[in-house]
Protein backbone atom coordinates (compact mmCIF):
# COMPACT_ATOMS: atom_id res chain seq x y z
CA UNK A 1 0.00 0.00 0.00
CA UNK A 2 0.83 3.23 -1.13
CA UNK A 3 -0.15 5.50 1.72
CA UNK A 4 0.55 5.16 5.51
CA UNK A 5 -2.65 4.53 7.81
CA UNK A 6 -4.94 6.88 8.06
CA UNK A 7 -8.62 7.59 9.34
CA UNK A 8 -11.15 8.26 7.05
CA UNK A 9 -14.20 10.01 7.30
CA UNK A 10 -16.33 11.50 4.98
CA UNK A 11 -19.04 13.80 6.45
CA UNK A 12 -22.05 14.87 4.43
CA UNK A 13 -22.41 18.10 6.50
CA UNK A 14 -20.41 20.83 6.77
CA UNK A 15 -20.98 21.43 10.54
CA UNK A 16 -19.40 17.77 10.94
CA UNK A 17 -16.54 18.64 8.69
CA UNK A 18 -15.70 21.36 10.60
CA UNK A 19 -16.52 19.97 13.81
CA UNK A 20 -13.23 16.60 12.83
CA UNK A 21 -11.00 19.54 11.42
CA UNK A 22 -11.36 21.29 14.57
CA UNK A 23 -11.22 17.85 16.81
CA UNK A 24 -8.35 17.04 15.29
CA UNK A 25 -6.07 19.99 14.00
CA UNK A 26 -2.73 19.42 12.51
CA UNK A 27 -3.32 15.92 12.45
CA UNK A 28 -5.74 16.30 9.82
CA UNK A 29 -6.32 16.80 6.29
CA UNK A 30 -8.96 17.44 4.10
CA UNK A 31 -9.26 15.75 1.08
CA UNK A 32 -10.75 17.41 -1.93
CA UNK A 33 -9.58 16.48 -5.55
CA UNK A 34 -6.54 14.76 -4.34
CA UNK A 35 -4.74 15.47 -7.57
CA UNK A 36 -1.87 17.41 -4.68
CA UNK A 37 -2.50 15.29 -1.53
CA UNK A 38 -2.83 11.80 -2.82
CA UNK A 39 0.35 12.02 -4.74
CA UNK A 40 2.07 13.45 -1.68
CA UNK A 41 0.55 10.57 0.27
CA UNK A 42 1.25 7.90 -2.48
CA UNK A 43 5.02 9.08 -1.50
CA UNK A 44 4.22 9.75 1.79
CA UNK A 45 5.44 12.99 1.84
CA UNK A 46 2.07 13.41 3.24
CA UNK A 47 1.33 11.28 5.83
CA UNK A 48 -1.76 12.61 7.71
CA UNK A 49 -3.25 10.55 10.65
CA UNK A 50 -7.06 11.73 9.91
CA UNK A 51 -8.38 12.11 6.48
CA UNK A 52 -11.36 14.33 6.22
CA UNK A 53 -12.88 13.73 2.90
CA UNK A 54 -15.05 16.91 1.40
CA UNK A 55 -16.36 15.55 -1.91
CA UNK A 56 -19.75 14.89 -0.29
CA UNK A 57 -20.41 17.55 1.56
CA UNK A 58 -23.38 19.25 0.53
CA UNK A 59 -23.13 22.98 -0.62
CA UNK A 60 -19.37 23.58 -1.12
CA UNK A 61 -19.46 23.41 -4.93
CA UNK A 62 -20.91 26.01 -7.62
CA UNK A 63 -20.83 28.75 -9.68
CA UNK A 64 -22.98 31.60 -9.00
CA UNK A 65 -23.12 35.15 -10.01
CA UNK A 66 -24.45 37.69 -7.72
CA UNK A 67 -24.94 41.67 -7.67
CA UNK A 68 -21.50 42.45 -6.95
CA UNK A 69 -19.50 39.63 -8.36
CA UNK A 70 -19.26 35.67 -8.85
CA UNK A 71 -18.62 33.05 -6.03
CA UNK A 72 -17.27 29.65 -6.83
CA UNK A 73 -17.64 27.06 -3.94
CA UNK A 74 -14.45 25.82 -2.73
CA UNK A 75 -15.54 21.95 -4.43
CA UNK A 76 -15.98 23.39 -7.87
CA UNK A 77 -13.92 21.24 -10.22
CA UNK A 78 -11.26 23.29 -12.14
CA UNK A 79 -13.18 21.47 -14.98
CA UNK A 80 -16.30 22.75 -14.45
CA UNK A 81 -14.67 26.15 -14.77
CA UNK A 82 -12.65 25.47 -18.02
CA UNK A 83 -16.65 24.35 -19.07
CA UNK A 84 -18.76 27.62 -17.69
CA UNK A 85 -20.72 29.48 -19.81
CA UNK A 86 -20.67 32.40 -17.51
CA UNK A 87 -16.99 32.46 -16.20
CA UNK A 88 -16.59 32.73 -20.38
CA UNK A 89 -18.45 35.47 -20.39
CA UNK A 90 -17.81 37.14 -17.46
CA UNK A 91 -14.05 36.49 -16.43
CA UNK A 92 -12.52 35.13 -20.17
CA UNK A 93 -9.32 35.86 -18.38
CA UNK A 94 -10.48 32.38 -16.04
CA UNK A 95 -11.11 30.42 -19.16
CA UNK A 96 -8.69 31.34 -20.68
CA UNK A 97 -6.50 30.22 -18.06
CA UNK A 98 -7.68 27.44 -16.60
CA UNK A 99 -6.99 24.96 -19.16
CA UNK A 100 -3.53 25.67 -18.80
CA UNK A 101 -3.50 23.51 -15.04
CA UNK A 102 -2.19 20.20 -15.58
CA UNK A 103 -4.73 17.94 -18.06
CA UNK A 104 -7.82 16.95 -18.41
CA UNK A 105 -7.92 14.29 -16.53
CA UNK A 106 -6.97 16.39 -13.40
CA UNK A 107 -8.94 18.90 -13.80
CA UNK A 108 -11.78 16.55 -13.66
CA UNK A 109 -11.16 16.07 -10.02
CA UNK A 110 -9.00 19.03 -9.16
CA UNK A 111 -11.09 22.11 -7.22
CA UNK A 112 -10.62 25.81 -7.02
CA UNK A 113 -10.08 25.16 -3.08
CA UNK A 114 -7.85 22.73 -3.10
CA UNK A 115 -6.03 24.58 -5.90
CA UNK A 116 -5.23 27.61 -3.25
CA UNK A 117 -5.22 25.59 -0.44
CA UNK A 118 -2.15 23.51 -1.91
CA UNK A 119 -0.52 26.67 -2.84
CA UNK A 120 2.03 26.10 -5.38
CA UNK A 121 3.91 29.15 -6.24
CA UNK A 122 3.18 27.87 -10.46
CA UNK A 123 -0.17 27.49 -9.70
CA UNK A 124 -2.84 29.13 -12.14
CA UNK A 125 -5.92 29.78 -9.74
CA UNK A 126 -4.00 31.51 -6.65
CA UNK A 127 -2.35 34.09 -9.39
CA UNK A 128 -5.88 34.52 -11.12
CA UNK A 129 -7.58 35.30 -7.36
CA UNK A 130 -5.07 37.91 -7.04
CA UNK A 131 -5.31 39.51 -10.28
CA UNK A 132 -8.92 39.60 -9.84
CA UNK A 133 -8.84 40.90 -6.21
CA UNK A 134 -10.72 37.95 -4.80
CA UNK A 135 -11.82 37.71 -1.52
CA UNK A 136 -11.38 33.96 -0.50
CA UNK A 137 -13.87 32.71 2.90
CA UNK A 138 -12.31 30.44 5.65
CA UNK A 139 -14.83 28.78 7.91
CA UNK A 140 -14.17 26.89 11.40
CA UNK A 141 -16.30 25.74 14.20
CA UNK A 142 -15.50 29.12 15.52
CA UNK A 143 -16.54 30.85 12.80
CA UNK A 144 -16.29 32.53 9.53
CA UNK A 145 -13.58 35.31 7.97
CA UNK A 146 -12.72 36.70 4.87
CA UNK A 147 -9.16 37.06 3.32
CA UNK A 148 -8.23 39.27 0.74
CA UNK A 149 -6.58 37.28 -2.06
CA UNK A 150 -3.19 39.52 -1.36
CA UNK A 151 -3.00 38.26 2.09
CA UNK A 152 -3.87 34.65 1.53
CA UNK A 153 -0.35 33.42 0.63
CA UNK A 154 2.29 33.22 3.02
CA UNK A 155 5.07 31.66 1.28
CA UNK A 156 5.48 28.08 -0.29
CA UNK A 157 3.04 26.09 -0.24
CA UNK A 158 1.88 27.64 3.41
CA UNK A 159 -1.62 29.76 3.28
CA UNK A 160 -3.56 31.87 6.18
CA UNK A 161 -5.54 28.96 6.53
CA UNK A 162 -5.42 27.76 10.11
CA UNK A 163 -5.59 23.81 10.34
CA UNK A 164 -9.24 24.04 11.34
CA UNK A 165 -10.61 25.68 8.82
CA UNK A 166 -12.68 25.20 5.62
CA UNK A 167 -11.62 26.99 2.57
CA UNK A 168 -15.40 27.71 1.20
CA UNK A 169 -16.10 29.88 -0.95
CA UNK A 170 -13.98 32.41 -3.62
CA UNK A 171 -15.74 36.09 -4.30
CA UNK A 172 -14.34 37.58 -7.48
CA UNK A 173 -15.58 41.34 -7.37
CA UNK A 174 -17.25 41.88 -11.50
CA UNK A 175 -14.48 43.94 -13.45
CA UNK A 176 -17.10 46.55 -13.88
CA UNK A 177 -16.39 48.67 -17.08
CA UNK A 178 -17.79 52.20 -16.97
CA UNK A 179 -18.76 53.99 -20.59
CA UNK A 180 -15.59 55.51 -20.48
CA UNK A 181 -13.59 52.87 -20.02
CA UNK A 182 -12.84 48.72 -20.62
CA UNK A 183 -10.88 45.63 -18.74
CA UNK A 184 -8.75 44.36 -20.89
CA UNK A 185 -6.76 41.43 -20.15
CA UNK A 186 -3.60 38.66 -21.40
CA UNK A 187 -2.71 35.51 -19.87
CA UNK A 188 0.70 34.03 -20.80
CA UNK A 189 2.54 31.35 -18.97
CA UNK A 190 5.45 29.23 -20.60
CA UNK A 191 6.39 26.11 -19.63
CA UNK A 192 8.44 22.42 -21.36
CA UNK A 193 5.42 20.35 -22.05
CA UNK A 194 1.80 21.24 -22.15
CA UNK A 195 -0.08 20.96 -18.81
CA UNK A 196 3.41 21.36 -17.12
CA UNK A 197 3.46 23.96 -13.98
CA UNK A 198 4.49 26.62 -15.40
CA UNK A 199 7.69 28.11 -15.52
CA UNK A 200 6.90 31.63 -15.71
CA UNK A 201 3.35 32.75 -15.83
CA UNK A 202 1.81 36.81 -16.23
CA UNK A 203 -1.37 38.10 -16.06
CA UNK A 204 -2.14 41.42 -16.94
CA UNK A 205 -5.64 43.24 -16.48
CA UNK A 206 -5.46 46.73 -17.78
CA UNK A 207 -8.90 49.45 -17.73
CA UNK A 208 -8.16 51.19 -20.90
CA UNK A 209 -10.38 54.50 -21.83
CA UNK A 210 -10.76 55.04 -25.94
CA UNK A 211 -7.59 56.34 -26.47
CA UNK A 212 -6.06 53.21 -24.94
CA UNK A 213 -4.70 55.65 -21.58
CA UNK A 214 -4.56 53.28 -18.79
CA UNK A 215 -6.73 54.21 -15.96
CA UNK A 216 -5.83 51.33 -13.73
CA UNK A 217 -3.32 48.27 -13.92
CA UNK A 218 -2.71 44.86 -12.30
CA UNK A 219 -0.05 42.10 -13.06
CA UNK A 220 0.37 39.18 -11.15
CA UNK A 221 3.36 37.00 -11.77
CA UNK A 222 3.60 33.10 -11.54
CA UNK A 223 6.42 30.06 -11.14
CA UNK A 224 8.52 33.27 -9.75
CA UNK A 225 9.03 33.35 -6.21
CA UNK A 226 7.27 31.43 -3.07
CA UNK A 227 3.63 32.46 -4.13
CA UNK A 228 1.85 34.75 -7.08
CA UNK A 229 3.14 38.87 -6.75
CA UNK A 230 1.16 41.42 -7.90
CA UNK A 231 3.96 44.03 -9.54
CA UNK A 232 2.73 47.27 -7.97
CA UNK A 233 5.86 49.12 -9.90
CA UNK A 234 5.19 48.00 -12.86
CA UNK A 235 1.44 48.93 -12.32
CA UNK A 236 2.49 52.06 -11.54
CA UNK A 237 4.59 52.77 -14.66
CA UNK A 238 1.60 52.27 -16.65
CA UNK A 239 -1.40 54.06 -15.16
CA UNK A 240 -2.19 57.74 -17.01
CA UNK A 241 -0.47 56.89 -20.06
CA UNK A 242 -1.04 55.02 -23.50
CA UNK A 243 -0.43 51.29 -23.42
CA UNK A 244 2.25 51.76 -26.52
CA UNK A 245 4.92 49.61 -27.24
CA UNK A 246 7.31 52.05 -24.86
CA UNK A 247 5.41 51.85 -22.55
CA UNK A 248 5.13 48.11 -22.38
CA UNK A 249 8.64 47.61 -22.58
CA UNK A 250 9.26 49.60 -19.66
CA UNK A 251 6.59 47.94 -17.38
CA UNK A 252 8.15 44.73 -18.75
CA UNK A 253 11.59 45.65 -17.45
CA UNK A 254 10.29 46.93 -13.99
CA UNK A 255 8.47 43.18 -13.87
CA UNK A 256 11.80 41.36 -14.36
CA UNK A 257 13.53 43.83 -11.91
CA UNK A 258 11.27 43.31 -9.15
CA UNK A 259 10.79 39.55 -9.21
CA UNK A 260 13.17 37.46 -7.40
CA UNK A 261 12.86 33.23 -8.62
CA UNK A 262 14.48 30.51 -7.48
CA UNK A 263 16.43 27.90 -9.37
CA UNK A 264 15.20 24.58 -9.76
CA UNK A 265 15.43 21.48 -12.01
CA UNK A 266 13.50 23.15 -14.71
CA UNK A 267 14.73 26.69 -15.05
CA UNK A 268 17.65 28.61 -13.50
CA UNK A 269 16.74 32.03 -11.55
CA UNK A 270 18.58 34.33 -14.34
CA UNK A 271 16.22 32.55 -17.16
CA UNK A 272 13.15 33.42 -14.87
CA UNK A 273 13.87 36.64 -14.68
CA UNK A 274 14.58 37.18 -17.95
CA UNK A 275 11.42 35.54 -19.29
CA UNK A 276 9.25 37.43 -16.74
CA UNK A 277 9.93 40.57 -18.14
CA UNK A 278 8.96 38.68 -21.73
CA UNK A 279 5.94 37.36 -20.44
CA UNK A 280 4.60 40.50 -18.84
CA UNK A 281 5.25 42.09 -22.01
CA UNK A 282 3.15 39.81 -24.06
CA UNK A 283 0.56 39.44 -21.22
CA UNK A 284 0.10 43.35 -21.74
CA UNK A 285 0.03 43.01 -25.66
CA UNK A 286 -2.67 40.79 -25.47
CA UNK A 287 -4.54 43.06 -23.44
CA UNK A 288 -3.86 45.90 -25.54
CA UNK A 289 -4.72 44.02 -28.90
CA UNK A 290 -7.36 41.82 -27.51
CA UNK B 1 -7.22 2.16 13.82
CA UNK B 2 -10.35 2.40 12.00
CA UNK B 3 -11.78 -1.36 10.98
CA UNK B 4 -12.41 -1.92 7.22
CA UNK B 5 -14.87 0.14 5.00
CA UNK B 6 -17.27 -1.80 3.27
CA UNK B 7 -17.54 -0.49 -0.66
CA UNK B 8 -19.83 -1.27 -3.50
CA UNK B 9 -19.63 0.35 -7.23
CA UNK B 10 -20.24 -0.91 -10.64
CA UNK B 11 -17.47 -1.78 -12.97
CA UNK B 12 -18.08 -2.70 -16.37
CA UNK B 13 -22.04 -3.01 -15.78
CA UNK B 14 -21.22 -5.26 -12.85
CA UNK B 15 -21.37 -4.85 -9.62
CA UNK B 16 -18.80 -5.46 -7.17
CA UNK B 17 -18.02 -5.05 -3.44
CA UNK B 18 -15.21 -5.52 -1.03
CA UNK B 19 -13.88 -4.63 2.33
CA UNK B 20 -11.31 -2.50 2.26
CA UNK B 21 -8.66 -0.21 4.35
CA UNK B 22 -9.38 3.39 3.90
CA UNK B 23 -5.44 3.88 2.74
CA UNK B 24 -6.29 1.83 -0.23
CA UNK B 25 -6.23 3.15 -3.89
CA UNK B 26 -8.47 2.66 -6.25
CA UNK B 27 -6.19 1.81 -8.85
CA UNK B 28 -4.80 -0.96 -6.59
CA UNK B 29 -8.58 -2.37 -5.73
CA UNK B 30 -9.25 -2.70 -9.52
CA UNK B 31 -5.97 -4.81 -9.85
CA UNK B 32 -5.48 -6.44 -6.83
CA UNK B 33 -9.21 -7.30 -5.45
CA UNK B 34 -11.50 -7.08 -8.53
CA UNK B 35 -8.28 -8.97 -10.53
CA UNK B 36 -9.17 -6.09 -13.24
CA UNK B 37 -5.71 -5.79 -13.92
CA UNK B 38 -6.26 -4.19 -17.56
CA UNK B 39 -5.34 -0.66 -15.44
CA UNK B 40 -1.84 -0.26 -15.25
CA UNK B 41 -0.03 1.54 -13.06
CA UNK B 42 3.22 4.05 -13.94
CA UNK B 43 4.18 6.45 -11.82
CA UNK B 44 1.50 7.01 -8.94
CA UNK B 45 1.76 10.23 -8.39
CA UNK B 46 -0.66 11.42 -11.26
CA UNK B 47 2.24 12.21 -13.86
CA UNK B 48 2.14 9.02 -16.59
CA UNK B 49 -1.70 8.19 -17.16
CA UNK B 50 -1.11 4.75 -17.08
CA UNK B 51 -4.14 4.44 -14.26
CA UNK B 52 -6.95 6.69 -16.41
CA UNK B 53 -10.31 5.10 -15.87
CA UNK B 54 -14.11 6.75 -16.11
CA UNK B 55 -15.52 7.32 -12.63
CA UNK B 56 -19.10 8.65 -13.38
CA UNK B 57 -18.14 9.33 -17.04
CA UNK B 58 -15.40 11.33 -16.71
CA UNK B 59 -11.67 10.45 -17.02
CA UNK B 60 -9.55 10.62 -13.72
CA UNK B 61 -6.39 9.15 -12.38
CA UNK B 62 -7.51 5.83 -10.60
CA UNK B 63 -4.10 5.83 -8.69
CA UNK B 64 -5.09 9.84 -7.17
CA UNK B 65 -8.68 8.16 -6.12
CA UNK B 66 -9.11 6.35 -2.78
CA UNK B 67 -11.37 2.95 -3.30
CA UNK B 68 -13.95 4.41 -0.79
CA UNK B 69 -14.22 7.75 -2.41
CA UNK B 70 -15.73 5.43 -5.19
CA UNK B 71 -18.24 3.54 -2.83
CA UNK B 72 -21.72 4.28 -4.70
CA UNK B 73 -19.91 5.39 -8.56
CA UNK B 74 -19.99 3.57 -12.09
CA UNK B 75 -16.51 3.09 -13.42
CA UNK B 76 -15.33 1.61 -16.65
CA UNK B 77 -12.31 0.17 -17.46
CA UNK B 78 -9.75 -1.08 -20.32
CA UNK B 79 -11.71 -4.23 -19.73
CA UNK B 80 -15.15 -2.51 -20.57
CA UNK B 81 -14.28 -1.77 -24.28
CA UNK B 82 -14.12 -4.93 -26.01
CA UNK B 83 -17.56 -6.63 -26.62
CA UNK B 84 -16.58 -10.28 -25.66
CA UNK B 85 -14.03 -11.61 -28.30
CA UNK B 86 -14.65 -8.39 -30.50
CA UNK B 87 -12.13 -5.39 -30.03
CA UNK B 88 -13.63 -2.12 -29.62
CA UNK B 89 -13.70 0.29 -32.69
CA UNK B 90 -10.44 2.35 -30.93
CA UNK B 91 -9.00 -0.64 -29.93
CA UNK B 92 -9.38 -1.88 -33.70
CA UNK B 93 -7.74 1.22 -34.23
CA UNK B 94 -4.84 1.39 -32.22
CA UNK B 95 -3.96 -2.34 -33.37
CA UNK B 96 -4.01 -1.28 -37.23
CA UNK B 97 -1.83 1.91 -36.35
CA UNK B 98 0.86 0.17 -34.92
CA UNK B 99 -0.43 2.63 -31.84
CA UNK B 100 1.38 0.45 -29.55
CA UNK B 101 4.46 -1.61 -28.94
CA UNK B 102 5.03 -2.89 -25.09
CA UNK B 103 1.21 -1.82 -24.09
CA UNK B 104 2.08 -0.76 -21.08
CA UNK B 105 0.58 3.15 -21.47
CA UNK B 106 -2.16 1.71 -23.76
CA UNK B 107 -5.19 0.92 -21.21
CA UNK B 108 -4.87 4.81 -20.19
CA UNK B 109 -4.50 6.26 -23.20
CA UNK B 110 -7.74 4.40 -24.31
CA UNK B 111 -9.22 5.33 -21.90
CA UNK B 112 -8.44 9.23 -22.29
CA UNK B 113 -9.33 8.49 -25.71
CA UNK B 114 -12.92 7.27 -25.46
CA UNK B 115 -13.56 10.47 -23.19
CA UNK B 116 -12.00 12.52 -25.88
CA UNK B 117 -14.17 11.51 -28.33
CA UNK B 118 -17.02 11.34 -26.82
CA UNK B 119 -17.21 14.61 -25.88
CA UNK B 120 -15.56 15.99 -28.73
CA UNK B 121 -15.96 13.19 -32.22
CA UNK B 122 -13.66 14.11 -35.12
CA UNK B 123 -10.97 16.29 -33.17
CA UNK B 124 -8.36 18.20 -35.19
CA UNK B 125 -4.83 16.84 -35.15
CA UNK B 126 -4.18 19.56 -31.82
CA UNK B 127 -7.00 18.74 -30.34
CA UNK B 128 -6.11 15.26 -30.11
CA UNK B 129 -2.10 15.87 -29.26
CA UNK B 130 -3.60 18.60 -26.50
CA UNK B 131 -5.92 15.38 -25.12
CA UNK B 132 -3.49 13.07 -24.74
CA UNK B 133 -1.22 15.19 -23.26
CA UNK B 134 -1.49 13.97 -19.68
CA UNK B 135 -0.44 10.03 -20.67
CA UNK B 136 3.42 8.96 -21.56
CA UNK B 137 4.22 6.35 -24.35
CA UNK B 138 8.19 5.49 -23.83
CA UNK B 139 7.43 3.45 -26.83
CA UNK B 140 5.55 4.80 -30.19
CA UNK B 141 7.19 8.45 -30.33
CA UNK B 142 2.56 8.96 -30.12
CA UNK B 143 2.34 9.93 -34.02
CA UNK B 144 0.77 6.10 -34.57
CA UNK B 145 -1.01 6.63 -31.43
CA UNK B 146 -2.80 10.58 -32.91
CA UNK B 147 -3.70 8.28 -35.96
CA UNK B 148 -5.80 6.00 -34.89
CA UNK B 149 -7.55 8.11 -32.63
CA UNK B 150 -8.39 10.52 -35.16
CA UNK B 151 -9.13 7.38 -37.97
CA UNK B 152 -12.01 6.42 -34.85
CA UNK B 153 -13.13 9.63 -35.16
CA UNK B 154 -16.52 8.80 -32.65
CA UNK B 155 -17.47 6.85 -29.67
C1 LIG C 1 0.55 15.75 -13.03
C2 LIG C 1 -0.02 16.97 -12.37
C3 LIG C 1 0.15 18.20 -12.97
C4 LIG C 1 -0.35 19.36 -12.37
N1 LIG C 1 -0.20 20.54 -13.02
C5 LIG C 1 -0.72 21.65 -12.45
C6 LIG C 1 -0.59 22.94 -13.09
O1 LIG C 1 -0.02 23.05 -14.20
N2 LIG C 1 -1.10 24.02 -12.47
C7 LIG C 1 -1.75 23.92 -11.25
O2 LIG C 1 -2.21 24.93 -10.73
N3 LIG C 1 -1.91 22.74 -10.64
C8 LIG C 1 -1.42 21.61 -11.20
N4 LIG C 1 -1.59 20.41 -10.54
C9 LIG C 1 -2.25 20.41 -9.21
C10 LIG C 1 -3.78 20.38 -9.32
O3 LIG C 1 -4.27 21.60 -9.85
C11 LIG C 1 -4.45 20.13 -7.97
O4 LIG C 1 -5.77 19.81 -8.27
C12 LIG C 1 -4.46 21.25 -6.97
O5 LIG C 1 -3.15 21.71 -6.67
C13 LIG C 1 -5.03 20.81 -5.63
O6 LIG C 1 -6.42 20.74 -5.69
P1 LIG C 1 -7.20 19.46 -5.20
O7 LIG C 1 -8.64 19.82 -5.20
O8 LIG C 1 -6.80 18.31 -6.01
O9 LIG C 1 -6.73 19.39 -3.69
P2 LIG C 1 -6.18 18.20 -2.78
O10 LIG C 1 -5.06 17.51 -3.43
O11 LIG C 1 -7.31 17.36 -2.31
O12 LIG C 1 -5.65 19.05 -1.53
C14 LIG C 1 -4.48 19.84 -1.60
C15 LIG C 1 -4.23 20.51 -0.25
O13 LIG C 1 -5.20 21.49 0.03
C16 LIG C 1 -5.95 21.17 1.20
N5 LIG C 1 -7.35 21.50 0.90
C17 LIG C 1 -8.03 21.14 -0.21
N6 LIG C 1 -9.25 21.70 -0.23
C18 LIG C 1 -9.34 22.44 0.92
C19 LIG C 1 -10.36 23.26 1.47
N7 LIG C 1 -11.53 23.46 0.83
N8 LIG C 1 -10.11 23.88 2.65
C20 LIG C 1 -8.93 23.70 3.29
N9 LIG C 1 -7.93 22.93 2.81
C21 LIG C 1 -8.13 22.32 1.64
C22 LIG C 1 -5.71 19.69 1.45
O14 LIG C 1 -5.84 19.38 2.81
C23 LIG C 1 -4.30 19.53 0.93
O15 LIG C 1 -3.38 19.95 1.89
C24 LIG C 1 -1.09 19.25 -11.13
C25 LIG C 1 -1.28 18.01 -10.53
C26 LIG C 1 -0.75 16.87 -11.13
C27 LIG C 1 -0.96 15.54 -10.46
S1 LIG D 1 -0.08 5.63 -12.36
FE1 LIG D 1 -1.64 7.08 -12.16
S2 LIG D 1 -0.92 8.70 -13.35
FE2 LIG D 1 0.78 7.34 -13.38
S1 LIG E 1 3.55 1.26 -26.04
FE1 LIG E 1 5.17 1.07 -24.62
S2 LIG E 1 4.86 2.82 -23.38
FE2 LIG E 1 3.44 3.13 -24.93
New interface residues.
Partial sequence: ????????Y?PVARDEALGLLGQHGYDAKA?AG??SL??M???RLARPAV?V?I?RVAGLSGIDSGESGMTIGAMTRQ?DLERSAEVRERFPLIAAAVPHI?????R??GTVGGSLAHSDPAAEIPALCLALDAEITAASSRGERTIAAGDFSLGLLTTALEPDELLTEVRLPWLDSDGESQWRWGFREVCR???DFALVGAIALLRLDGDNVCREARIAMFGVGDGPARIPGAEAALVGRAVDADARAEAAGLVSQAVDPGSDIHASAEYRKEVSGVMARRALEDAVSG | ??PL?EIRMTVNGREYGGRV?????LA?FLRNELNLTGTHLGC???VC?AC?ILVDG????S????A??ADGATLMTVEGLADGDELHPLQAAFQENHALQCGFCTPGFLM?AY?LLRDNPNPSESEV???I??NICRCTGYAPIIRAIQQTGTV
Avoid at chain 1, 1 to 8: E, R, V
Avoid at chain 1, 102 to 106: D, G, L, M, R, V
Avoid at chain 2, 63 to 66: E, P
Wanted: aromatic share 4%; glycine share 12%; hydrophobic share 35%.
Fill in positions: MKPAKFDYALGQMPMNLVDNRAHFQINRRDG | MMIESRLTDEHGGTEAVRCLLLVQTARQGGG
